[in-house]
């Protein structure tokens, strides 16, 4: 055990932090980095902050030997490192001073050369290196990152707050896209081996236990929007979603409630992640936040033991058994959150894309809303569906709260098939009706369409992992029925 000053200013003053630093004698194999927030920057009145770029918030470097090293001191906050698949650049989220808006930025792994690479209009966080982009006529894949943003204006229907929203981006932050729109916030992405993201969001409203939250997977072009996994209790939250090398995908399993948002330490594995939660460690009184699953298939999380003045250190995890065996860092009056190998670990796969965003629609379409595995839905499969109504989910803004309309209607053909084409970028959700005219099913959460995307499903909530029908459905012989105003039409 070793002690340690360090100097950190926040809240608009200076001040000296004398930390005393718990450092376990076991050392990691690799380099890290990590987010060293004070204790003193957490509001005894906000125990769960929405973000983790608060006053003092660093990103520390720490050698196999221990030696820590601050890295970002010229920031009055900085968080969410994400370091390249080479392991010479770091992304993060800082604010150089506190009237600053927070935005994505890149230094390299020594900490030399720290460039903005972000300019939204709101806040820019989470970032994330991701695969490349290709479309059929460039000359070559771009490569491309993703983050956090709120500079589209719209608000989180449900907090009040700016909404996050998925974007990507050229490495330089050219050629922003955006790539998730529904009325709620997006958090803690991660990139897949396929280059597919995941991410969590809240699935629908607050029905008062809490509301239901889903781990939802993308392309990184904004198309073929599926869950990932979406089983999860009403008053939990999954957090801090990290794919393994280890065929796993790790989250922490939070109560709202809980300081910094942590929890049970669980995981999914890729090979059926809609049916393979599994609970790995029990908070048993503390909370888990941050898992770090390693390319040589170990595992590290940040573990906030109980008790009120308990900080978050960072501990290695038996990933068998979820056995907490030793503390790796820890320093007394900080959290030590957020950890990544600072090396080399495996690209991930790039994605070609169909997306043009000189288009204005998209394209549903279902092969028969009469395939269902829900309880509650079995008259779909006696062909109870007529009519399909769509909904567009209207973004509350600083000047106006949230609302629906019905964007239009269009027939379910007999064989329960249905094509529409629709607005790019809207929030959409979709109602069945019977032949009289009530409503017999409809979708709980926002989904929508790129342009020029054709987004299809089997049928209405049918089993994922089922193969498709090998049929011709009806809809698909005929023009897609257009639903919207006039100016928002065209050809996709």
Known sequence: MTGAVHRDSYRGGSVVAIALVLVSTVVSAQELVFVRLPVAAVEPANPVPEGRCLDGSRIVRLSTDGTEVSMTDGFFAACDPAVSFDGERILFAGRRSVDDRL?????????????????????????????????????????????????????????????????????????PLRISYHLGSDF??????????VYTWRRGEDDG??????????????????????????????????????????FVEADARSPLGGG???FVTLRRPLHSRTLLAAASGGAYLDPLPLVDGG?????????????????????ATGERLDLVHGEEGFHI???????????????????????????????????????????????????????????????SG?????????????????????????????EIVDGRGTEVAEQDSWTWVMPREWRGCIGCHEDREMVAPNTLADAFVKPAVRLGRSEEVQEP
């Open 103 to 175: 935005q994505v930025w890149r230094m390299d792994a020594s900490g030399g050369n720290v460039v903005r690479i972000t300019d939204d209009p709101g806040e820019a966080t989470s970032p994330l290196w991701v695969g490349s982009l290709f479309h059929l006529d460039d000359v070559a894949p771009t490569q491309r990152i993703a983050y956090l943003a709120t500079g589209h204006g719209w608000v989180d229907e449900r907090t009040g707050k700016p909404a996050l929203a998925l974007y990507t981006s050229d490495i330089d932050g050219a050629h």
């Open 337 to 399: 959150l957020d950890a990544h190998e600072l090396a080399p670990h495996p690209m991930v796969k790039g994605r070609s894309s169909v997306v043009d965003t000189s288009k204005k629609t998209g394209i549903f379409f279902c092969i028969s809303s009469h395939i269902t595995d829900r309880k509650g839905l079995e008259h779909l499969r006696a062909g109870g569906a007529s009519t399909l109504r769509v909904i567009e989910g209207v973004p509350a803004t600083r000047a």
């Open 402 to 430: 949230p609302g629906e309309r019905t964007l239009g209607e269009a027939p379910i053909e007999s064989d329960g098939s249905f094509q529409i084409e629709v607005p790019a970028g809207v929030p959409l959700r979709f």
């Open 299 to 319: 595992l590290l999380v940040s573990f906030r033991p109980p008790g009120l003045n308990a900080v978050y250190g960072l501990y290695r995890i038996d990933p």
């Open 209 to 250: 236990g809490g509301a239901p939250f889903a781990v939802m997977a993308v392309n990184n072009d904004g198309t073929d929007l599926m869950a990932f996994d979406d089983d999860f209790d009403g008053s939990l939250v999954p957090r801090a979603v990290r794919v393994g090398h280890d065929g796993r995908v790790y």
């Open 264 to 266: 049970d330490l669980a």
């Open 188 to 197: 803690a992405p991660d990139v897949l081996a396929n280059g597919r993201l």
